[in-house]
Every structure is written in C-alpha cells, then in structure tokens.
C-alpha cells in the first residue's frame, strides 16, 4: 500500500496529471470519475446502451480512471427498480463490453459495489424520490419492504425498514464477497465499497442510526464489525494484485473535525480507516452526511443553502494525515488548478470529480489545458486533436 507522504512533482509536470500506483494497478493520472447514479436500467439491473455512452465519454475525455455507479449486490438493496445490478451472473457480460471499451482508451475501469439499505424502495429522484405507492405498483414497480442495522426509519416519510437477523447479515457478508467475483470477472481493475450517505454500511456504522444490542451494534468495534466483516469477504474474491477503496460518510455532516457530538466522527473513520487497511483496503473515498434528512444535500437545496468549494476536502486530509491511508477527495472540486492545489498540498491522492463531468465530460482534457501542460492538444484523442491544434494556429476573429 502507498505512504500518504505529500506528492512531489517529477520535472514541473502536473500532479494532477501524473500516474499513483496501488497494488498492480498504475492509475495514468489522479482523476476518478465518480459513481454517479442514473436509475436507467431495467428491473432485470442490466447495464445498457445507455450506460454504456455515459461512461465511455468520461474516458474519451481523459479521465484516469472510470467508474460506474452503484452496482447493487443484492436485489433487496436497490435503490429503485432502475438501479444497475451485480448480484448475478448474468449482469456481467453487459458491464465486460463497457470496461473493454475503457481499457483500450486508456482509462482504468473500476466498480462500486452497493447496497442501499434503509433508502430503498424508493422512486427515481425526477419522479420525487418518495417511498414506492400505488402508481409505481400500478406500472409494475410494487414496493418492498428495506433492510437496515435497526427498524429506524432514514426519513419520516419514506417505508419503515426492518432489522437484518445475525442469519441475514452473514448471507449479506457473501453477497459482497460474490459482487467482487463478479467485477472481476466483468474486467474492473479497482473495486470501491459504498459505506457512506446513510446506505446500508452506514446505518451500521453511525450510533445515530444502529441501536443494535448484538454484536453487530453498541460500541464502536461492534458498529464496525460488518464493514470491516465485508471487507474480508470481499478480499477473499477480489484479486490480491488489485485496490480495494471504502467510500466513507467521515462525518454525519459536522463540519468540525474535532466534534465530538452525538454521531459518526472524523476520529471514528481515522479508526475504521486504519482497521480497513489492516484487511487489505487500500484507500479511503472520502465523502460525509447522509444519516438522516435532515444531513442530506436534497434538505440543503430545499433550504437553499450553498456548497463551499471543496468543502469534503478537510476529511480526506484529516484521514491521510493521521492514519498514513491514502485517501480521494470529493465534492465540489471545480477544475483543474482547484484540484492541482488539493494533490500539492497534500491533501488527497486522488481526486474524484461527479457532477462537474455531467457538464463537461471533457473536464479532464480542459483541466489539462487550463494548467498548461497541453498546449498542442495531444492529450486529446487524435480525431478530435488534430482539428482542435489546427484551429489554434489559424486563430479566430473577435
């Protein structure tokens, strides 16, 4: 595993854009295109056409490394019926046509493996997000009933989950570990683990959420015990010579790293983050919130609060600087030099870019330009280059 020592630039070039080794698995540069749902595929959790441009564009646009949205290990843990699938074998051949085609443009393709405990059963987000009813059931898409550490809703109004049996959780524990077998075997180079914004491992792992009085809850090693538990099972399937990353919510939405309030704390995720390394993960994707509504960014956009750039950034340092676990930054990170800063200041290994590639699929080609390591568009594919170089030399009038 890497030393989280602070990135040193190799003859000026950009840091952004330099290569990060783990395990056998060299990364060209520091860009992850984050899991991004699009609640697109059929009940069957098939990827599709659909699927296949959304993220074939992301390495065309020179992203180092590709990777999907949550791929769900078990039925029961979807989000809603749209949600891409990995728990059977007949969703492998699908996503093997999308990772071949993200080889050979040179990106590296990598998988989130997924479930989403207390916060399925639920519409797509344009349809508004509520627990499944009538009309969905009308069209085919009748509700369950969700899973979750406690019978503890995420949110008032959506379906009342209920407990997993000490049977269930151990069953789960496998579903992870085949969800791995499957990505490799559908051709994915880096496997991340979904353990933040209130989904299943979360709601393990937060006091706010577990009320558990078995093993699987009250302190802090028991409300650890099935993360660090699927991540052994997921290393006894996913190849030694490939990364293991855990995408953590660090905080549940405190913004002060020294909190100590009721909740899931930064010191908390620097002691799941060196017990995680400790089973072979070797990076933590570091995200923040989810818990509850009240901590979610659809409750920000209704209170029409603002995001500060970069605003993730402080627990991705806090984690790499205090454990030695190389971490990836997320959550508006804007552009090039933004990102540039983050890697120089030795905040973050990676540097993970969601919604920002949305609006701008090429955001790693233009990050490239705008920190002016290429001026003559050879980064660029050479069918779009080409013209691109051309049009600079002949010049354009105002």
């Keep these: 595993m890497n030393v989280a020592a602070k990135p040193s630039r190799a003859g000026g070039s950009s840091l952004l854009f330099s290569p990060f080794r783990l395990r056998d698995v060299t990364l060209p540069n520091r860009i992850v295109i984050a899991p991004m749902q699009m609640y697109k595929a059929g009940p069957d959790g098939k990827a599709t056409d659909w699927h296949f441009q959304h993220l074939a564009k992301y390495a065309v646009g020179g992203a180092g490394t590709v990777m999907t949205e ?3 290990i078990d039925p029961i843990g979807r989000n809603t019926y749209g949600d891409l699938g990995l728990w059977d074998d007949a969703q492998i051949a699908p996503l093997r046509r999308i990772t071949e085609f993200l080889r050979a443009q040179g990106s590296v393709p990598a998988a989130q493996i997924h479930h989403a405990g207390p916060k399925s059963s639920r519409q797509r987000p344009w349809e508004g997000l509520g627990s499944l009813g009538d009309a969905e059931a009308a069209r085919g898409e ?3 009933t969700p899973v979750s550490s406690t019978e503890a809703k995420s949110v008032s109004h959506w379906r009342a989950p209920r407990a997993l049996s000490i049977d269930e959780i151990a069953a789960l524990i496998d579903a992870y570990g085949q969800g791995a077998r499957r990505a490799d075997e559908a051709g994915f180079d880096v496997l991340d683990v979904h353990a933040a914004h209130g989904y ?3 709601s393990f ?3 706010v959420a577990n009320k558990r009085e078995d093993g699987y809850g009250g302190d802090l090693a028991g409300r650890m015990r099935l ?9 006894r399937h996913w190849p030694k010579g490939k990364p293991l990353f855990f995408r953590l919510s660090c905080v549940d939405w405190r913004k002060d790293l020294d909190t100590r309030e009721d909740g899931w704390t930064i010191e908390d995720s620097c002691v799941l983050a060196r017990e995680l390394a400790a089973r072979g993960v070797d990076l933590i994707d570091c995200s923040s919130g989810g818990i ?3 901590n979610s960014m659809m409750d920000y956009a209704k209170q029409r609060k603002k995001l500060q750039r970069g605003h993730q950034v402080p627990y991705a340092a806090h984690i790499r600087r205090e454990t030695g676990v ?4 997320v959550g508006v990170i804007l552009d090039g ?10 905040h973050a290994d990676l540097i993970a870019i969601a919604r920002e590639a949305l609006y701008d699929p090429h955001w790693a080609l233009h990050a490239a330009r705008a920190l002016g390591i290429d001026s003559d568009w050879q980064k660029w594919p050479p069918s779009y280059g080409w013209w691109l170089e051309l049009r600079d030399r002949i010049g354009i009038e105002d």
């Design 70 to 72: 949550g791929l769900i």
């Design 142 to 144: 009748r509700p369950w």
């Design 200 to 202: 299943l491992i979360h």
């Design 205 to 207: 792992l937060s006091p």
């Design 227 to 235: 993360a660090l538990e699927i991540a052994e099972s997921i290393r």
């Design 292 to 294: 509850r509504a009240e």
């Design 326 to 329: 190389p971490t990836m930054a």
């Design 337 to 346: 030099p933004q990102a540039e800063a983050i890697l120089a200041e030795g």
